[in-house]
């Protein structure tokens, strides 16, 4: 229970907090199951967890991108991913009392050298900004970390609100737009960059106006994290 406390206050301070431990280890096993038979039903019949990340790395080199989003949307709607987002949703209401709903699962995924896949700074807000929303993201198959380009949060910045002022960008035919807060350099300087390092198990979670990015991955080993929304009712 003090864990929990301290979650909820870091998360209030800070706009993010890492949940040690959530996720059980059935959980883990079943998401990895989900990743790799995924990918092995819809990209090759060869992948399994070990090589997993050179099919992929193959893919994205030539340029499969249309092969690369569809099976993620066959992931991104699976059981255990769904079970992980309504586990979530109970958390959420029986920690922060407050009503939400689940609205989106999906995951991220960071290739080595792959800049389509790293996402610059932005906030969630302008993306959802008709509602409230409060957002998870959890490693899967490998851990998340600095090295393999894991998300990074601007500390405390949450509390500049939403940042309507934005640039649209696209750096890719291919890839989601990144909406950039115009003063970001400003930003940068007056809030510390901090890296979500997470273990299996772990779950990071964090504020819709938290400005945070994803990064370059500089390993071998694509990195895949699991993402769940919820939309907070008023």
């Given at each position: ?61 030539e340029e499969k991108y249309d092969e690369l989003y569809h099976s993620f949307k066959q992931i991104s709607t699976s ?116 890296y979500l390092n997470m273990s299996l198990r772990d779950v990071g979670l964090f504020n819709q106006n938290i400005i ?23």
């Amino acid at each position: 229970m003090n864990n929990i406390i301290n979650n909820i206050e870091a998360f209030n301070n800070n706009g993010f907090t890492v949940l040690s431990n959530f996720l059980s280890k059935e959980d883990v096993q079943n998401l990895k199951f989900t990743l790799v038979n995924g990918y092995k039903t819809t990209l090759d019949d060869n992948i399994n967890e070990h090589n997993i990340s050179e099919y992929i790395s193959k893919f994205e080199d030539e340029e499969k991108y249309d092969e690369l989003y569809h099976s993620f949307k066959q992931i991104s709607t699976s059981e255990s991913i769904m079970a992980i987002g309504d586990k979530l949703n109970i958390f959420y209401q029986e920690n922060f009392h407050k009503k939400s709903k689940l609205i989106n699962t999906g995951f991220a995924i960071g290739i080595k050298d792959a800049k389509r896949t790293a996402y610059d700074w932005h906030q969630e807000k302008p993306y959802y900004s008709d509602v409230d929303t409060i957002h998870f993201q959890f490693p899967i198959l490998y851990p998340c970390n600095k090295d393999n380009g894991t998300m990074s949060v601007l500390e405390g910045s949450q509390k500049l609100g939403y940042l309507e002022e934005v640039s649209n960008i696209k750096i890719h035919d291919k890839a989601v737009n990144t909406l950039l807060p115009k003063k970001i350099e400003t930003f940068k300087k007056t809030y510390a960059e901090k890296y979500l390092n997470m273990s299996l198990r772990d779950v990071g979670l964090f504020n819709q106006n938290i400005i945070h990015r994803s990064n370059l991955n500089m390993t071998d080993k694509v990195r895949f994290a699991g993402i769940i929304r919820l939309e907070i009712m008023h």
